[in-house]
C-alpha cells in the first residue's frame, strides 16, 4: 500500500511563490517518473511538470521559467517550486508516482492565486 503526504499548497498572491512537496512512502519501488497535474473546476487535468526516475524533465508550456520540479530518490520525495504565480495557476494539485504496480495518485492539494 502506497501513502502519500502532500504539502504546500493554500492561499497567495499574484507573483507570490509556494513550493509543494510529495513523499511516497510504504512498500514502493518507484521506477518511473514524479510529478503534478492540476485539474481546475470543470476542466480536464493537465500535466504540469513530471522528472523521471533519471532526471528528465518536462513542463506544461504555461509554467516554464516559474515552475522547478526536483526530486530526491532516496526520500522518494519530490518538489515543485512555484515562482511568479498567477490566477490561472489556481486548481488542486495531484503528485503522483509511477511504480511497479501502475501510476499512484496523491489526495491533491489546493493552490489559489488570488488578491
Known amino acids: 500500500q502506497v501513502q502519500f503526504v502532500e504539502s504546500g499548497g493554500g492561499l497567495v498572491q499574484p507573483g507570490g511563490s509556494l513550493r509543494l512537496s510529495c513523499a511516497a512512502s510504504?512498500?514502493?519501488?518507484?521506477?518511473?517518473?514524479m510529478g503534478w497535474y492540476r485539474q481546475v473546476h470543470g476542466k480536464q487535468r493537465e500535466l504540469v511538470a513530471l522528472i523521471s526516475h533519471v532526471g528528465t524533465i518536462n513542463y506544461a508550456d504555461s509554467v516554464k521559467g516559474r515552475f522547478t520540479i526536483s526530486r530526491d530518490t532516496g526520500k522518494n520525495t519530490a518538489y515543485l517550486q512555484m515562482n511568479s504565480l498567477k490566477p490561472e495557476d489556481t486548481g488542486i494539485y495531484y503528485c503522483?508516482?509511477?511504480?511497479?504496480?501502475?501510476?499512484?495518485w496523491g489526495q491533491g492539494t489546493q493552490v489559489t492565486v488570488s488578491s
Open positions: 510504504g512498500s514502493i519501488f518507484i521506477i518511473g517518473a
Open positions: 503522483y508516482a509511477d511504480l511497479s504496480s501502475g501510476r499512484q
